[in-house]
């Protein structure tokens, strides 16, 4: 995948966490998500040439980073939908 391709499916992604995010939902995790892969696209953006290794790492830690707020998201509502009960 190269640089460009990575960046592209980045994009797609904060799309779609920021069409996740509840404007009601005070501290909601997709707009912290947004915000994370911003970042990563603007310094995938800055540097020239990364090794594979790098972009490996970083693709990695993002998509760790992504599940993890899914599932933490999960918990959240879950945990609300019990409360009400």
Known sequence: MTIKQI?????NLR???ESMIDPAEQDC????????LDNAIERMGGE????DLKIWLIS???AVAV???????ACVV?????NKK
Do not use: P
Request: net charge negative; with cysteine; proline share 0%.
């Open 60 to 62: 990695g830690v993002i």
């Open 7 to 11: 960046i592209s499916q980045l994009c």
């Open 15 to 17: 799309e779609h966490c």
């Open 29 to 36: 995790i997709w707009a912290y998500d947004v915000e994370a």
């Open 67 to 73: 599940i993890a707020a899914a599932m933490m998201h």
């Open 48 to 51: 020239r040439r990364m090794s």
């Open 78 to 82: 879950v945990a609300s939908d019990c």
